[in-house]
């Protein structure tokens, strides 16, 4: 035969009793001092039978308008031990026991937000972030996302919540109002931020993907208008040129950007390859029904072949193992037409 479910005072009794012997066994130093885990593992198991057992003295009462039996001494007694929960966070974090971290982290968010410790304030954002960058590494991208909102409100975390907060978005599209929803997030954050590169970088990651050529666009050109000096806008501004090709804007865009950093070897390969391309087209646009150019027209196409294979040179200069840029197959190509 079942015994009887004992009351929810009766629990909230046992409960407390449990947190006495805890309590005692933590201020009486019968921990070793090398022994961080039992210490850290008993602190714990105080802070959250403290939460349960607040639950069940709550359930206990027959005027909602009392006040809990344990509350107030467990909150004044507890309370100093919430900071090691936060200690004991970071030694599982350190010792690469996640699950145990994670768990721990999240114990401490629950404390800061019960009704047990409600007179003091406290710093959630440390514990809110460690439990998104936790739960990032697990791919659960919706626990991560939901804690770095936590993390985003404590300026000591904000950047790196930030950073979690739109990686997780991008790795949980799946339609089109994900989409629009993580541009306009990444967006807000690149103008709040403009000097952040992440967020730079994301968006361009994301409008370079099929059907934003117009958004990549008027985004390159609305940059270089808000951040003039930045030598990475400048050089975006130029690639969106190149693929509209828009010859003489993108060299104007890239020389923008050898302005500000003059060892920008894509830039300078880049202006190559516009005027290989001013070359090949303005050929098209001269040559007859039966493919010849004029003498006079030829001398045209050559100039821009000669400013190709200028640019194209001088980044063989400095990226002679085309460590960075594919310059000799181009440059051998307009050398060959050039008859060098």
């Avoid at 104007?252 to 894509?266: C, E, G, Q, Y």
Wanted: net charge positive; glycine share 4%; with cysteine.
């Amino acid at each position: 035969m079942q015994g009887k479910e004992a009351s929810p005072r009766t629990t909230a009794k046992k409960l407390n009793k449990q947190i006495e012997i805890l309590l005692n066994k933590l201020e009486n130093g019968q921990h070793s001092t090398i022994d961080s885990a039992a210490y850290y593992n008993d602190v714990f198991q105080m802070l959250k039978t403290a939460l349960i057992c607040d639950f069940y003295d709550v359930q206990s009462l027959k005027n909602q308008q009392d006040t809990p039996s344990y509350r107030l001494k467990n909150g004044k007694h507890l309370n100093g031990y919430l900071e090691k929960l936060i200690d004991a966070g970071m030694y599982y974090y350190r010792h690469m026991q996640n699950e145990t971290a994670i768990n721990v982290f999240r114990l401490y968010l629950d404390c800061t937000e019960s009704a047990l410790f409600h007179e003091q304030k406290y710093i959630q954002g440390q514990a809110a972030y460690y439990v998104s960058l936790l739960a990032y590494g697990k791919k659960d991208y919706i626990t991560s996302e939901h804690f770095a909102d936590v993390a985003l409100k404590d300026i000591n975390y904000a950047k790196e919540a930030a950073e979690i907060k739109v990686n997780c978005m991008r790795m949980g599209l799946k339609n089109k109002v994900d989409s629009i929803q993580y541009l306009s997030v990444l967006s807000a954050l690149h103008r709040e931020k403009p000097e952040h590169e992440l967020y730079f970088k994301l968006l361009i990651e994301y409008l370079s993907s099929p059907g934003h050529k117009q958004l990549l666009k008027e985004f390159a050109t609305e940059e270089v208008r808000i951040r003039p000096n930045n030598k990475w806008v400048w050089a975006l501004k130029g690639e969106t040129d190149m693929k509209s090709q828009q010859w003489d804007d993108a060299i104007v865009s890239f020389n923008k950007t050898l302005a500000i950093d003059s060892t920008m070897i894509k830039a300078i390969y880049n202006i190559g390859l516009c005027y290989c391309s001013k070359a090949m087209y303005l050929r098209r646009e001269l040559e007859n029904d039966s493919g010849k150019v004029k003498r006079k027209d030829y001398k045209l196409i050559r100039e821009e072949l000669d400013h190709a294979a200028a640019w194209l040179e001088k980044a063989k200069r400095l990226d002679p193992n085309e460590d960075i840029v594919k310059w000799s197959f181009p440059l051998k190509k307009v050398k060959k037409v050039l008859g060098n």
